[in-house]
């Protein structure tokens, strides 16, 4: 077992977690041992034997009607970690998850994310319509802030709703200012809402706002780039040039020469 680099606080943990299963079958530890090593500690090599012991305690869990164990197993069928890709299973697993009621935070992801499975042309079954009554409910029913982004992202693009730059807009601020999961989205939010700022989409223009937003952005990108999160170079790279043209716009704005501020 590779432990190295734990805290005494993460051995006793797991020490403990590994006692409950043993003397108990736990399938509640079962889970939360699997959630700490394919997700807390996702950026470390896991041994074969781990591998393997995160997908028998999710599958476990998933037999229980573990609601987390539903959610975190249906993440990793779709992202292609520990098992083939697999969309379809991983919709179901979503599925079965936004159905319990055991926790409302696990609920929101799981149907935010079964929301991405119709957004994106997963397996060919995109579906607007499908998408936007998933981050609907995750938005009215759980106040979920990924849920208000792609909400946003809908009505600024005219998919199965009206184009609807006020409604983006506001869909946007609505998950910035979310106060449990907010942070994990401010680096797309932030970029978006700097985008709404500076050209006046759906909002007053303002690009003293917009630099400040897009600074937000940046830093919640930093945290994204270390976590080697799928997609955010090509993101931060466009929040980048976007936040060149920011500066370039308020230099022009004060009278301040590019040559005369270096």
Known sequence: MRDNGLTPEERWRIA??????????????????AAFWAFDKRQWP?????????????????????????????????EGVLVPRNYE????????????????????????????YYYYDYAGKQDYKKAFNCFLQGALRYSNANAYYKLGDMYRRGQFVDQDDKMAFEMYMKAFNCEEDGNFFKADVGYRLGDCFLHGIGCTRDPFAALTLLQISERHFYEKLKRHDRGAKASFKKMKLLMEETKRVIAEEIGIDEDEEK
Do not use: F, H, P
């Open 46 to 78: 896991l041994s074969e034997d781990q591998k393997e012991k995160v997908l028998e305690y999710y599958e476990a869990g998933v037999e229980e009607g573990n609601q987390l164990a539903c959610l975190n197993l249906g993440a990793i069928y779709n």
């Open 89 to 116: 299973r991983s919709a179901e697993l979503y599925r079965i998850a936004a159905d319990m009621d055991e926790d409302n935070a696990v609920a929101a992801m799981a149907i935010t994310n079964l929301g991405y």
């Open 16 to 33: 403990d977690l590994e006692r409950r299963i043993e003397e108990d079958d736990d399938v509640d530890a079962m889970v939360e041992w």
